[in-house]
């Protein structure tokens, strides 16, 4: 394992770690190596889709429909809103 030193935090930011860890139940050690990891956590590539969030996100609910709601506007029908279906 490598050693990383950081000199000269201000003291603000010294505290904050400190509450911080606490809050977390870890040493000031163990929670700045656990906000760099977060930080430096490999992104997802490209941009995710909404629907396929939304979808795994609801998934173990099972699942949520929705129905789309057109509105007739005197230029043509324009989306207007969803409507859930079923009991929530």
Not at 6 to 35: C, N, P
Not at 50 to 60: D, M, P, T, V
Request: aromatic fraction near 6%; glycine fraction near 8%.
């Amino acid at each position: 394992m490598a050693t990383v030193t950081i000199r000269q935090i201000d003291e603000k930011t010294k505290m904050r770690l400190r509450v911080r860890a606490a809050h977390h139940g870890r040493s000031m050690e163990e929670e700045a190596r656990e906000i760099l990891r977060s930080a430096l956590r490999p992104s997802p590539a490209g941009k995710q889709n909404l629907s396929e969030a939304i979808r795994r996100r609801f998934a173990e609910f099972g699942g949520l429909e929705l129905e789309l709601v057109w509105s007739k506007y005197s230029k043509g029908s324009k989306w207007r809103g969803l409507v859930f279906k079923g009991a929530c």
